[in-house]
């Protein structure tokens, strides 16, 4: 027979395995928005929240995630993810993201709203598309409801 020590120690190894705190890969063209319900196909501005249980939310626009971070304000999140424009289909930290609106880069749902994983690349593009910077806490005053 098993002793209850070693009984305990699988049943906490399993509890901490099963939830794990990492991203969650986007099946693109088949998993749907959280949010909006639509097909999730554009890989340079999806985004993802992984919560402090270990659950994904995936979106199929930042604004999206962004939205529905609003009406949610009891899900405690440990992980925020975006696509990386300049990186499609690359999850990257929502936090230390840099942000570009602009008329002229289309997002799938309208704001125009758009990652990147560095400054430079943001600058970039910024120069080429117009529009403004923003950093993660600007995105949140201006989403919030």
Known sequence: MYSPKLLLSFFAFLFLVSCSI????????????????????????????????????????????LNDLQGNKERKIALFLIDDYSSPGELIDAKEATYLISENLPSPMGANLTGFGSKEKAMETQKEKGGTIYSWNDLKRLFKK
């Open 22 to 65: 990492e991203k969650s890969p986007i099946n693109y063209g088949k998993d749907a928005c959280h949010f909006c319900k639509m097909t999730i196909v554009d890989r340079q501005h999806a985004a993802e929240v992984v919560t402090d249980k270990g659950k994904a939310y995936k979106y199929d626009a930042i604004e999206c995630m």
